[in-house]
């Protein structure tokens, strides 16, 4: 099930996604990859204010971002709880809430010898 993050109702956006293989595979060229667009309302917000209410109110902390074109990518996480969030931000500065989550786990990572 996917959480609202604002406790409120704000100004909702549709957003179309065409989703493709990381490396623009066709799917002429492997039949296991293949495309699906996607339909989705997301809330939005200025970015200050959204991350603002993700750190107060759900006590989720910023653990990773990424660019992702002309966007950034970042994730929240309650580390008491578990809860996640995922926010994209434009260059208008106005992010959404792709998805989010309940029971997230953090991996562990082994330490090699080079």
């Given amino acids: 099930m996917i959480k ?10 549709v957003i179309v996604a065409g989703l493709t293989h990381a490396q623009d595979m066709s ?3 492997n039949e296991n990859v293949f495309q699906r667009q996607v339909t989705k309302t997301l809330i939005c917000a200025k970015h200050e204010y959204l991350t603002n209410d993700l750190t107060k109110t759900h006590n989720e902390e910023r653990k990773w971002f990424g660019v992702a074109g002309d966007n950034l990518a970042e994730l929240f996480v309650n580390k008491e709880n578990g809860s996640w969030t995922i926010i994209l931000t434009g260059r208008d500065k106005v992010a959404c809430g792709l998805v989010g989550g309940d029971y997230g786990s953090q991996f562990i990572e082994e330490e090699t010898d080079l």
Avoid: R
């Fill in 4 to 13: 609202f993050i604002l406790p409120f109702i704000l100004p909702a956006i």
């Fill in 27 to 29: 799917p002429q060229e």
